[in-house]
């Protein structure tokens, strides 16, 4: 899914604070000490909402078009404004062998992160797509195991390939 822009309603509260709102996710409310702050909250509050929603299966409503927006009666409009947020991308269950070792090892550290195992996982890919690195210091695999458990012949000294 592409970026979709959601149109937010300013208000201002009791002694100078500010809530934001978003017409198109009941609930989804955020509140701060200044206008800026709400901002801030509202941006971040409307991103956990979308996740929240995608992860239960709901489709994201299409944006309403702030001049159909209706204000509650008594509230103290003082702006809307747009929040950007780019919808997540579906995961897909993969398996991967590694050594007990190594998972253990990965399991701990997440752990000390404060992540699960499948987001260690992504974080460390990630990192690893961005990383550049010259060819010469790749690794090679470390078994010479053929993907049939079979070894791979070898070449000996003084033999010539079948042909």
């Not at 159909?68 to 929040?83: E, L, Q, T, W």
């Not at 210091?137 to 390939?161: F, I, Q």
Request: net charge positive.
């Amino acid at each position: 899914m592409k970026r979709r822009l959601y149109p937010a309603v300013l208000e201002r509260g009791p002694r100078g604070a500010f809530g934001a709102w978003f017409p198109d996710f009941p609930g989804c409310v955020a509140a701060g000490r200044s206008q800026e702050d709400a901002i801030e909250r509202a941006e971040h509050t409307l991103a956990q909402t979308v996740d929240g929603w995608v992860e239960q299966g709901k489709p994201l409503p299409e944006p309403t078009p702030i001049e159909r927006i209706v204000a509650p009666k008594g509230s103290d409009v003082a702006a809307f404004f747009m929040v950007g947020v780019d919808p997540p991308d579906p995961s897909e269950r993969v398996n991967v062998y590694l050594p007990k070792s190594l998972i253990a090892r990965i399991d701990k550290h997440a752990a000390g992160l404060g992540m699960s195992r499948s987001s260690f996982f992504g974080f460390a890919a990630t990192l690893a797509l961005e990383w550049h690195v010259h060819k010469p210091y790749l690794v090679g695999p470390r078994s010479k195991v053929h993907k049939t458990g079979a070894l791979r012949a070898e070449k000996r000294p003084g033999k010539k390939p079948a042909r």
